[in-house]
């Protein structure tokens, strides 16, 4: 049975080129809220692309698993924003005199043990995040034949284990890449044999 996804494959397509846009958006100064909106129509733009190849083709894995991970990175969003107005509440106002110093000690050190504890609880929920988005992509990878989403998940998985130094956000760079080119060289219409796999047909 063949199933026509030129649609589904465009939204992916536009979406993986906002998301690799929003990020370098992020960085630049004032403009970091104007990344996080494209990122957040990245999102739905691949969500909506990996739902209608999974109802086309029987395996809503892609979607399912993507879901997950941008549940997750939303999550993770919300607690980074708490954990820094606590920061904010618990750092020294200023020095009100030599009785107060042990208090502003006290008190930086407990700043000091929110960031700590924030930092890791951003790298654990990016690595949840990439493990979700790691099995849509090779889920994408079975159902479609497209090898960039094999490679997509495999420099996605390793960019999120080495975030904590320089080589990571190289490695997410280049997963967000072959992100692209995987929907770039989607079919535009996909055979589909068995219950949940498909075999590609391009024309």
């Given at each position: ?11 992916g ?32 733009l ?46 020294p ?52 034949g ?58």
């Open positions: 049975m063949e199933v026509d996804i030129r649609s589904e494959r465009n939204l397509l536009i979406g993986s080129i906002l998301a690799i846009v929003s990020g370098f958006f992020g960085v630049v100064p004032y403009v970091g809220m104007f990344g996080s909106a494209l990122s957040l129509v990245a999102f739905i691949i969500l909506l692309a990996l739902k209608g190849i999974g109802d086309k083709v029987g395996d809503d894995r892609p979607f399912r698993y993507y879901l997950y991970g941008v549940i997750v990175a939303f999550a993770g969003i919300i607690i980074a924003v708490i954990m820094a107005l606590m920061g904010l509440l618990l750092m106002s200023g020095h009100m005199g030599y009785e107060m110093t042990h208090i502003e000690a006290a008190a930086g050190f407990a700043v000091f043990g929110v960031v700590f504890l924030m930092a890791l609880i951003i790298i654990g929920i990016a690595v949840l995040t990439a493990y979700f988005q790691k099995q849509a992509w090779e889920a994408m990878y079975e159902i479609t497209v090898r960039e989403f094999h490679e997509t998940a495999k420099w996605l998985w390793w960019g999120a284990l080495t975030l904590i130094v320089v080589v990571g956000a190289i490695l997410l760079l280049i997963a967000a890449i072959y992100q692209i080119i995987a929907f770039s060289n989607l079919p535009e219409v996909l055979e589909v044999s068995g219950e949940s796999r498909g075999e590609v047909i391009l024309y």
